[in-house]
């Protein structure tokens, strides 16, 4: 069985959008803590019947078009593999999967492979009895595999401090900026802003003709695009220790400082006259902009699909703005999304097809398929190169943009990534500190300083239960 075609100029992808980043909660991730199981823990027993292929359980939170559109890779996966039989097993949400990972193993009873998704990379990566290094299994099995097969934006979110990927990177997207091209015009402007300076300026042009909303961004992750991304895409610190690359203890935000101050209150001014407009994380925005209220959208890479078939008006997709005049931008964004980890504890003849299905997974025309079909980027260079020599990106160019800002420059030491444990807990104190900033109850420099030391808090937790 092969691939069918990489989609056409005129084909519709499937409806595609991120996962909830924000549903996994504090109590959960502490639940995490002994997550390796006892030393000499019983190995979950085989399934493999004499003479049977061997079943590679994998656990996903793909449903919809992209359920299907993954297991159409299974199905493939299968009929050209025969000493293996992949089973994808849909379990909810991105924290549900997690979850019942952690049940799971302590049970003795986990999935070969288990998605995980970005903010809970830190947890996981730092239990490592719990789960085999995909640069190990592959060295092991002698397939061909190195961080830099993979696009920089995706191979550095996942990547240890030695530059290996302990877990393989997959459902990728970043955020970009939306914006609707005739409301734009109705202003007289005729292009994406380049910096925040430039969108604030269009801001007040649209309001002077008429336009209720200049942005918005994505409702549950907005600290993902003007916190997390906005310092990535800057080239500004997040956190010490190199975002948390580097060790556990002793790790604290940055997040109180003039670059984020600054930006939170540009929101907050362009807020208090109606022009940004954002109701909290459990609120979709999506419709502020598909409905034509809101001129311009920071949202997922992986939205494209669903604002597409939404929208009833021409729009384009542009990288996100920068800071005026700061040398370091743009710099690089980071993949959300999620990477594949394979757990340990398994009967030892699974290990060969966990790496030949990853393997599989990360080939070009395989890349080239799920790209093409569901909005998410190619995560490996090959697969880059598979779409550009189809003439996929010249026939698709709002889908390219998210790759440019993922490779735009080599990351920095402190562009990898956000590697912080419990990070959907500071994500949360970060939400609530933008929604004292919107709502005018409170100024950039004191929400900020509110979310820093609770975050602050969190990582000294994580710490105490990890660090040793």
């Given at each position: 069985m092969r691939h069918s075609k990489i989609r056409s100029a005129k084909g519709r992808r499937p409806r595609v959008t991120r996962g909830a980043a924000l549903a996994l909660t504090g109590t959960a991730l502490l639940s995490v803590a002994g997550l390796a199981g006892p030393a000499g823990a019983t190995p979950r027993p085989a399934l493999k019947a004499a003479g049977s292929p061997v079943t590679i359980n994998v656990w996903t939170a793909f449903s919809g078009t992209l359920g299907t559109t993954f297991q159409h890779l299974v199905d493939e996966f299968n009929a050209t593999h025969h000493a293996?039989?992949?089973?994808?097993?849909?379990?909810?949400?991105?924290?549900?999967v997690l979850s019942?990972?952690?049940?799971?193993?302590?049970?003795?009873?986990?999935?070969?492979?288990?998605?995980?998704?970005?903010?809970?990379?830190?947890?996981?990566?730092?239990?490592?009895?719990?789960?085999?290094?995909?640069?190990?299994?592959?060295?092991?099995?002698?397939?061909?595999?190195?961080?830099?097969?993979?696009?920089?934006g995706a191979a550095s979110y996942y990547e240890t401090a030695q530059d290996q990927l302990d877990s393989m990177p997959f459902n990728s997207s970043t955020p970009v900026l939306y914006f609707n091209k005739t409301l734009l015009a109705k202003a007289?402007?005729?292009?994406?802003?380049?910096?925040?300076?430039?969108?604030?300026?269009?801001?007040?042009?649209?309001?002077?003709?008429?336009?209720?909303c200049a942005l918005s961004s994505t409702g549950a992750y907005v600290m993902w695009t003007d916190m997390e991304e906005f310092a990535m895409w800057n080239g500004y610190p997040f956190a010490t220790q190199d975002n948390g690359y580097n060790s556990i203890k002793g790790v604290t935000l940055k997040i109180d400082t003039p670059p984020f101050i600054a930006h939170l209150s540009m929101l907050g001014q362009l807020a208090k006259r109606g022009l940004y407009q954002w109701n909290g994380v459990t609120n979709s925005t999506v419709p502020l902009f598909t409905g034509g209220t809101c001129a311009m959208y920071e949202q997922s890479s992986a939205s494209l699909n669903s604002i597409a078939a939404a929208a009833k008006f021409p729009f384009g997709v542009a990288p996100l703005p920068i800071v005026s005049g700061d040398v370091r931008a743009p710099q690089n964004t980071v993949v959300g999304g999620a990477s594949l980890w394979v757990l340990s504890g398994a009967p030892k003849d699974t290990y060969k097809g966990d790496a030949e299905f990853l393997h599989f997974?990360?080939?070009?025309s395989t890349q080239a398929y799920w790209a093409s079909?569901?909005?998410?980027?190619?995560?490996?260079?090959?697969?880059?190169?598979?779409?550009?020599?189809?003439?996929?990106?010249r026939m698709h160019r709002n889908d390219q943009v998210a790759t440019n800002e993922l490779t735009n420059k080599p990351a920095k030491a402190w562009t990898r990534g956000i590697r912080l444990g419990y990070l959907p807990e500071i994500r949360q104190d970060e939400a609530a500190a933008i929604a004292q900033v919107l709502s005018g109850k409170e100024t950039a420099a004191q929400a900020l300083a509110t979310a820093q030391s609770q975050g602050d808090a969190i990582l000294s937790q994580f710490a105490a239960q990890y660090g040793g």
């Amino acid at each position: 069985m092969r691939h069918s075609k990489i989609r056409s100029a005129k084909g519709r992808r499937p409806r595609v959008t991120r996962g909830a980043a924000l549903a996994l909660t504090g109590t959960a991730l502490l639940s995490v803590a002994g997550l390796a199981g006892p030393a000499g823990a019983t190995p979950r027993p085989a399934l493999k019947a004499a003479g049977s292929p061997v079943t590679i359980n994998v656990w996903t939170a793909f449903s919809g078009t992209l359920g299907t559109t993954f297991q159409h890779l299974v199905d493939e996966f299968n009929a050209t593999h025969h000493a293996y039989n992949v089973v994808a097993t849909y379990k909810g949400s991105y924290s549900t999967v997690l979850s019942d990972t952690i049940a799971a193993f302590r049970a003795h009873a986990a999935p070969d492979i288990a998605q995980v998704f970005d903010a809970g990379t830190a947890t996981i990566m730092d239990s490592p009895s719990a789960y085999v290094p995909v640069y190990s299994l592959m060295a092991k099995y002698h397939i061909p595999f190195a961080t830099s097969d993979f696009i920089g934006g995706a191979a550095s979110y996942y990547e240890t401090a030695q530059d290996q990927l302990d877990s393989m990177p997959f459902n990728s997207s970043t955020p970009v900026l939306y914006f609707n091209k005739t409301l734009l015009a109705k202003a007289g402007i005729t292009s994406a802003p380049k910096t925040w300076a430039e969108l604030n300026t269009d801001a007040n042009a649209l309001a002077a003709h008429g336009v209720k909303c200049a942005l918005s961004s994505t409702g549950a992750y907005v600290m993902w695009t003007d916190m997390e991304e906005f310092a990535m895409w800057n080239g500004y610190p997040f956190a010490t220790q190199d975002n948390g690359y580097n060790s556990i203890k002793g790790v604290t935000l940055k997040i109180d400082t003039p670059p984020f101050i600054a930006h939170l209150s540009m929101l907050g001014q362009l807020a208090k006259r109606g022009l940004y407009q954002w109701n909290g994380v459990t609120n979709s925005t999506v419709p502020l902009f598909t409905g034509g209220t809101c001129a311009m959208y920071e949202q997922s890479s992986a939205s494209l699909n669903s604002i597409a078939a939404a929208a009833k008006f021409p729009f384009g997709v542009a990288p996100l703005p920068i800071v005026s005049g700061d040398v370091r931008a743009p710099q690089n964004t980071v993949v959300g999304g999620a990477s594949l980890w394979v757990l340990s504890g398994a009967p030892k003849d699974t290990y060969k097809g966990d790496a030949e299905f990853l393997h599989f997974l990360m080939s070009a025309s395989t890349q080239a398929y799920w790209a093409s079909h569901t909005g998410y980027v190619a995560v490996t260079n090959a697969g880059v190169s598979l779409l550009t020599r189809e003439h996929f990106y010249r026939m698709h160019r709002n889908d390219q943009v998210a790759t440019n800002e993922l490779t735009n420059k080599p990351a920095k030491a402190w562009t990898r990534g956000i590697r912080l444990g419990y990070l959907p807990e500071i994500r949360q104190d970060e939400a609530a500190a933008i929604a004292q900033v919107l709502s005018g109850k409170e100024t950039a420099a004191q929400a900020l300083a509110t979310a820093q030391s609770q975050g602050d808090a969190i990582l000294s937790q994580f710490a105490a239960q990890y660090g040793g």
